[in-house]
């Protein structure tokens, strides 16, 4: 069953992957890898309930945490084209 969760998964990695390179936009291809972000999330903590490692959910979760701020910073940064400027300054 888990095996079958994690094809699942990888699927759906091909899938996000294909779009990050094919998006039409920008925001297509940063939606894409935050999508190949949080399945490889579900993936980590996947991998660690079948090997019998519950300490791979903390690495699962700091990944989530990593994704989310990287992709944050990447869209202020199409947004704006500098990550030190504030919706204040412009």
């Not at 991998?47 to 944050?72: K, S």
């Amino acid at each position: 069953m888990f095996a079958a969760a994690a094809m699942g998964l990888l699927v759906a990695m091909v899938l996000a992957v294909v779009r990050a390179l094919l998006g039409p936009t920008i925001y297509d291809r940063i939606m894409a890898v935050n999508m190949f972000g949080t399945k490889t999330v579900l993936l980590i903590a996947v991998v660690g309930f079948v090997a019998g490692r519950p300490d791979f959910l903390d690495l699962a979760l700091l990944y989530a945490l990593m994704n989310f701020i990287g992709v944050i910073a990447v869209l202020k940064y199409v947004r704006y084209r500098d990550l030190g400027q504030s919706e204040l300054d412009s």
